[in-house]
């Protein structure tokens, strides 16, 4: 066993014992008491809280806050908050989450780590570009700082923004900033990834009472519409997924019919028009009209003049 392995065990035995002893380690390791005072030594410099008892019953524990009253937690329960934050890893790629990991992993017999949920994400590449802006989101709202950045909306205009930042929101596919808006006076979700040049001040900030206006804000969803489509049999999971079975009836040998929610806007087109030739929309009209508009000017984008 090398020093590595040696050290990673150190950290396994104290997190599930409370003393154990210089003797107790040596005899385990098959090293000498000043290998393992070496050791202790490294530990603590690396920021390990490990500290030494004197006496007859003495030797070296780790301090109670860095642990987790096991007594609580099952096996079971503590491979869930595995696969928890496995899923939280490969969306936040965060060096604090992969070392809460390893601290939980620590408290678990390695025989017992056989989860039988496994998650799985997209790994875009975008993902890692965004983590620098992720981080600093996290750091100024930890430490009540300004941030100051510019953000492009939906149409492309680009305004400069002074922030006060309350809590990133991670929905779908997507991070977003919360926080109220000193350009606006307002409270404001701003997408990560429309965010462009963001640096965090040196002025601080006193958090605002919890307004009305961000319940709204927080709450706020865009008007949705109530539409029947045809769709083919190929993508009903799709359907089931997001909106349920009872959103899907039996229409013909070739078609389902959906009854379905949408918002009324370019964001409902795009969604439906990710389904191709697979869905059509047969109610509302003016819906159908709407949507056959959006749909000719993305062809008239590839007609050649």
Same mark, same amino acid.
């Given at each position: 066993?090398?020093?590595? %392995? #040696? ?23 098959? @090293? ?16 390990? &809280? ?20 096991? /007594?609580?937690?099952?096996?079971? +329960?503590?491979?869930?908050?595995? =696969? ?11 060096? $604090?989450? $992969? ?25 875009? $590449?975008?993902?890692? !570009?965004?983590?620098? =802006?992720?981080?600093?989101?996290? %750091? ?16 492309? =205009?680009? =305004?400069? #923004?002074? @922030?006060? &930042? ?17 350009? /606006?006076?307002?409270? #404001? ?6 965010? +462009? ?17 961000? !319940? ?16 083919? &049999? ?27 929610? @949408? ?25 159908? $009209? ?9 062809? +008239? ?5």
């Amino acid at each position: 066993m090398d020093k590595v %392995e #040696r050290l990673i065990s150190i950290i396994m035995i104290l997190l599930k014992k409370n003393v154990v002893s210089t003797k107790e380690f040596a005899q385990l390791f098959n @090293v000498s008491k000043r290998t393992i005072l070496r050791d202790m030594e490294t530990l603590s410099l690396s920021n390990i &809280p490990i500290y030494s008892i004197h006496g007859v019953n003495g030797g070296y524990a780790i301090m109670d806050e860095y642990k987790v009253d096991k /007594r609580l937690l099952s096996s079971s +329960d503590l491979e869930n908050i595995l =696969t928890a934050l496995g899923g939280l890893e490969q969306i936040l790629i965060s060096e $604090e989450v $992969e070392i809460t990991i390893k601290k939980i992993e620590a408290m678990v017999s390695p025989l017992s780590l056989k989860s039988s949920i496994q998650l799985s994400f997209y790994g875009w $590449e975008g993902r890692s !570009e965004i983590t620098q =802006t992720l981080k600093t989101c996290q %750091e100024s709202i930890l430490k009540r700082r300004l941030v100051s950045f510019d953000y492009i909306d939906k149409n492309g =205009t680009t =305004t400069n #923004r002074i @922030v006060e &930042p309350y809590q990133l929101h991670f929905s779908e596919t997507s991070w977003y900033l919360k926080g109220f808006c000193l350009h /606006r006076m307002r409270y #404001r979700t701003f997408k990560l990834s429309r965010i +462009d040049n963001l640096n965090m001040d040196e002025k601080t900030f006193n958090p605002r009472e919890y307004l009305l206006e961000q !319940e709204h804000e927080a709450s706020y969803q865009p008007q949705l519409v109530a539409i029947k489509a045809l769709i083919s &049999p190929i993508i009903k999971d799709q359907f089931i997924e997001r909106y349920g079975r009872k959103s899907i009836e039996n229409y013909s040998s070739e078609f389902l019919l959906a009854t379905i929610y @949408v918002p009324q806007n370019s964001t409902g087109f795009q969604f439906l028009a990710n389904f191709g030739t697979n869905l059509t929309i047969v109610e509302p009209k003016t819906y159908v $009209e709407d949507f056959r508009n959006y749909l000719k000017k993305m062809m +008239d984008n590839y007609i050649s003049n």
